[in-house]
């Protein structure tokens, strides 16, 4: 209740700004695009979890990933 709360109370700032009294529904796609909620944020998290810099990686990508950090250190 209280995203959609949010998503409408910005998509009414959205109206004013372009001089309506009235939200359109492409107030709301403009921004739906700004909120994420859970489910499309388990969704980018999935997508991108190789990019973040705590993921984990199974023994063999571990390996390699120590020795090219150890290889940094020592140059």
């Not at 372009?18 to 709301?28: F, H, M, Q, W």
Request: hydrophobic letters at 35%; a negative charge; proline letters at 0%.
């Amino acid at each position: 209740m209280r995203y959609a709360i949010h998503l409408i109370t910005v998509a009414n700032l959205v109206a004013i700004k372009r001089k309506s009294n009235e939200v359109d529904t492409e107030d709301i796609s403009t921004v739906y695009s700004l909120f994420i909620d859970v489910e499309r944020s388990k969704q980018f998290l999935k997508e991108y979890e190789k990019e973040f810099m705590f993921t984990e990686f199974d023994d063999d990508e571990n390996q390699k990933h120590s020795k090219n950090n150890q290889m940094d250190i020592d140059n």
